[in-house]
């Protein structure tokens, strides 16, 4: 399958999926307090902050095995790393439930192990071009869980409904993405098999970009901790619902991109043809980030007031200072597919360590200069820097 058709096949799937919870969101936002979507978004973070690194990011090593023996051999590594990621999750979430007095924290191991385990079908659903398969999941997860978010809401399930709704519907996701049977069976998965070798070939990803990963998704788990320190968990909701509207954007046309961009770009025949293909997707992702930039400066108080209600205001004056770093992620997230293309993991770590001081370093400086609004000026100051370097890296890689 082409790019483009590959990447519309997707962007579809992407669009109903980012639809549903779109639509729906009003209706969420009014079922549920801010502090309850603060507690929510708390505790999905930490997961999600665990499950980016389940399988060790041995899954994006997927791609590169082209004997089908070797990819299931590679999966049954990443089965592994996932049960022992779970494990850690188990241990983790009862330490916070006693430390912190927060119930919740008892769907940490779930999440992690259906989030690690849809992670890792992706790429292995990609591997195969099942791109049918990940659109579908998509619709799943995300519109499933938004209408699952609404039936426990309507149950005043609190914080549980936002927990749960969310977590069945990534495990329905990753079951349809479970395609195509691997060489010697799903249960072929488990039997003991020599994996020291094909842990050792691909030992770059779980060094390098493991370390890379679990950086990105610790920004946000400290966002998310500091504001809820700093403010209260209902300006950590008010944080959390303006970044996951915000970024919806990004998943939708980023991860279509991403997913489709990543095999091209390691089947390139040199690296001329690849930085072409990466500076047209560049200038593309430019032109469709700048409009909805320009719509947050202008509306975005508004537009949350009026769509979610006026508790959520604070929310859209959030969202007005966030727009400048929300364009520049819209055009980076697909791109870092980039990196590990091109064998470049080490400095891209190197780089993404310096973005993540950048990013807690603003949104301190903005709480404490201005409060929640304060704080999104901040980053996306801060990241103005960050991202700018980064794309004219890409740009100019030799």
């Known amino acids: 399958m082409s790019l483009k058709r ?25 079922l549920y307090t801010p502090a309850e979507y603060g507690q929510f978004s708390l505790v999905w973070t930490v997961a999600s902050n665990l499950a980016v690194v389940g399988c060790a990011r041995y899954e994006f090593a997927l791609a590169l095995e082209k004997d089908e023996t070797g990819a299931a051999a590679l999966l049954a590594l990443c089965l592994r790393m996932l049960l022992a990621m779970t494990a ?20 940490l191991p779930l999440i992690v192990l259906a989030a690690s385990a849809s992670q890792a079908l992706a790429q292995w659903a990609a591997r195969a071009g099942q791109f049918a398969a990940l659109a579908w999941a ?21 914080p549980w409904g936002l927990i749960g709704g969310a977590a069945l519907a990534t495990v329905a996701a990753a079951a349809l ?31 390098l970009n493991t370390p890379h990963a679990f950086a990105g998704a610790l920004q946000d788990t400290l966002a998310i901790a500091l504001l809820t320190a700093w403010l209260g968990s209902p300006e950590a909701g008010a944080w959390a ?47 469709l980030a700048l409009p909805l930039m320009l719509a947050l400066l202008a509306f975005g108080p508004w537009l949350f007031a009026t769509i979610f209600g006026p508790e959520w205001r604070g929310a859209g004056e959030l969202a007005r200072s966030l727009a400048p770093y929300v364009a520049l992620h819209f055009i980076a997230s697909p791109l870092s597919v980039v990196l590990m293309a091109w064998g470049a993991q080490g400095w891209g770590l190197k780089l993404a360590l310096v973005g993540q001081v950048l990013f807690i370093a603003g949104l301190a400086a903005g709480l404490w200069l201005g409060g929640l609004a304060g704080a999104g000026w901040g980053v996306s100051a801060a990241m103005l820097l960050y991202f700018g370097y980064f794309f004219w890296a890409l740009w100019t890689w030799e």
């Open 6 to 30: 590959a990447t519309l096949t997707l962007l579809a799937g992407s669009a109903l999926a980012q639809a549903i919870p779109l639509l729906l969101g009003p209706w969420i936002a009014r």
């Open 88 to 107: 850690t999750a188990v241990v983790v979430g009862g330490a916070w439930m006693i430390w912190a007095d927060l119930p919740a924290a008892a769907a």
């Open 138 to 158: 998509r619709v799943v997860q995300w519109g499933g869980g938004a209408l699952a978010q609404v039936g426990f809401g309507l149950l005043q399930a609190g």
């Open 177 to 207: 993405q479970a395609r195509p049977t691997p060489a010697g069976g799903w249960r072929g998965l488990l039997e003991p098999q020599p994996l020291r070798e094909m842990a050792a070939k691909h030992r770059d990803f779980p060094l």
């Open 241 to 287: 619902l303006a970044l996951r509207y915000l970024k919806a954007p990004a998943s939708l046309v980023g991860g279509s991109l991403s997913q489709a961009l990543y095999p091209r770009l390691t089947q390139a025949a040199s690296l001329a043809e690849g930085r072409a293909l990466v500076r047209q997707n560049l200038l593309l992702l430019a032109a």
